[in-house]
Nanobody, 123 residues
Framework: QVQLVESGGGLVQAGGSLRLSCAAS????????MGWFRQAPGKEREVVAA????????DYADSVKGRFTISRDNARRTGNLEMSRLKPDDTAVYYC????????????????WGQGTHVTVSS
C-alpha cells in the first residue's frame, strides 16, 4: 500500500512559480507510476502530468506543457511538480496519485491519492 501527502500549495501572482511535493509512505512507491491531477471549482478532475515508476517517461496536459515539470526521487520516495508562469486558469486543488499500472491520464486507474493541496493564482 502507498500513502501520499502533498505540500507546497499556496497563493501566487500570475506569472509566478510554485513547487508541489508528494511524500510517499514506503519503498513500494518506487514501483508505481505517479501522476498529478487538479480539480478547479465546477470542473472535473483532470490530469496535469504523469511519470513512470523509474522516471523514464513523462507526459503533460497540453495546457501546462512547457510550464510545468514533473519529477520523482525514488531514493527519497518523493514526487514533485514544478510550476512556472502560472495563470489564473491553473487555480485548482492539486492531487498526487499513484498506480501500479502504467502511464495513464485517467483518474480512475490511480489506486492511491493524497489529500490535495490548494493552488490559487491571482491576476
Amino acid at each position: 500500500q502507498v500513502q501520499l501527502v502533498e505540500s507546497g500549495g499556496g497563493l501566487v501572482q500570475a506569472g509566478g512559480s510554485l513547487r508541489l511535493s508528494c511524500a510517499a509512505s514506503g519503498r513500494a512507491f518506487n514501483t508505481y507510476t505517479m501522476g498529478w491531477f487538479r480539480q478547479a471549482p465546477g470542473k472535473e478532475r483532470e490530469v496535469v502530468a504523469a511519470i513512470t515508476y523509474n522516471g523514464g517517461t513523462t507526459d503533460y496536459a497540453d495546457s501546462v506543457k512547457g510550464r510545468f515539470t514533473i519529477s520523482r526521487d525514488n531514493a527519497r520516495r518523493t514526487g514533485n511538480l514544478e510550476m512556472s508562469r502560472l495563470k489564473p486558469d491553473d487555480t485548482a486543488v492539486y492531487y498526487c496519485a499513484a498506480t501500479f499500472g502504467g502511464l495513464s491520464a485517467t483518474p480512475r486507474v490511480y489506486e492511491y491519492w493524497g489529500q490535495g493541496t490548494h493552488v490559487t493564482v491571482s491576476s
